[in-house]
Each structure stands twice: as structure tokens, then as C-alpha cells.
């Protein structure tokens, strides 16, 4: 049984390692997250794959930052493949948008705020 505390980064150069990290991990993993880094390796795909025929819950990690019509389609598009969270910039418009993107469906959108490789001196 999956708990869903823990969310396995999927952290790999492309979908096909990605699928493999899953099936090793099997029912003890309920939760991953795909970065934008696997974006271009086949990453929505494989949240699809992981989504619709393995029923685990995706984190997409995109930290989304455009003007806000472009969130706001992004989002729209995103939302129809029935993932659980989606990562934006912090900004309000950013937020706002992503917002009005999501309305309608099941995404929760997290708002990034300060990226973990900051430190004191880029602040």
C-alpha cells in the first residue's frame, strides 16, 4: 500500500527511466513528481501513463512564469490531463492565472515563492 506522504522525484533524463524508477518502486509509491527537465523526454506523457494506467497521483513541477493569458492557456491545457498539483511563480498575475486556468477541473496549483537554489546573497 502507497502512502502518499512521499512523493519519488522523478528525476531522470526521460520518460522510459522514469517508467522503469516506477515499476521498480511498484505499490510502495503513490505520488511523483515529473520536472520540467523531463518535459522534453517524454515527461507529460509518462504523468499520463503513471495517471491513467498505474492510478498514481502526479506532481508536475513546471514553476510556470509568462504573462497571464499564457498561464492561463497553459494551465487550461494542463488541466485536461487530470493531474493533481502544478507549480507556478509566486507572482499574483502568475497565481491568478493559473487560477482561472484550473477552474473547472481537479489541478491544485502551488505557488513557488523563492527557488531552493537561491541563497542570501541572490535575495
Not at 503513490?30 to 523531463?38: A, C, R, T
Not at 487550461?76 to 485536461?80: I, T, V
Given at each position: 500500500m502507497s502512502d502518499d506522504r512521499l512523493i519519488v522525484a522523478l528525476d531522470v533524463p526521460h520518460a522510459v527511466a522514469g517508467l522503469a524508477l516506477a515499476e521498480r518502486l511498484g505499490d510502495a509509491v503513490?505520488?511523483?513528481?515529473?520536472?520540467?527537465?523531463?518535459l522534453?523526454?517524454?515527461g507529460l506523457a509518462l504523468a499520463m501513463e503513471l495517471k491513467g494506467d498505474h492510478g498514481k497521483r502526479?506532481?508536475?513541477d513546471m514553476k510556470l512564469?509568462?504573462?497571464g493569458a499564457t498561464i492561463?492557456?497553459?494551465v487550461?491545457?494542463?488541466?485536461?490531463f487530470d493531474l493533481d498539483f502544478l507549480t507556478v511563480h509566486g507572482d499574483p498575475h502568475v497565481v491568478r492565472a493559473a487560477k482561472e486556468g484550473?477552474?473547472?477541473s481537479s489541478l491544485k496549483i502551488l505557488a513557488v515563492t523563492v527557488l531552493t537554489s537561491l541563497d542570501r546573497a541572490d535575495l
Open positions: 503513490g505520488f511523483y513528481k515529473i520536472g520540467l527537465g523531463m522534453t523526454g517524454g502526479i506532481f508536475l512564469f509568462d504573462i492561463e492557456a497553459a487550461r491545457g494542463l488541466a485536461q484550473a477552474a473547472g
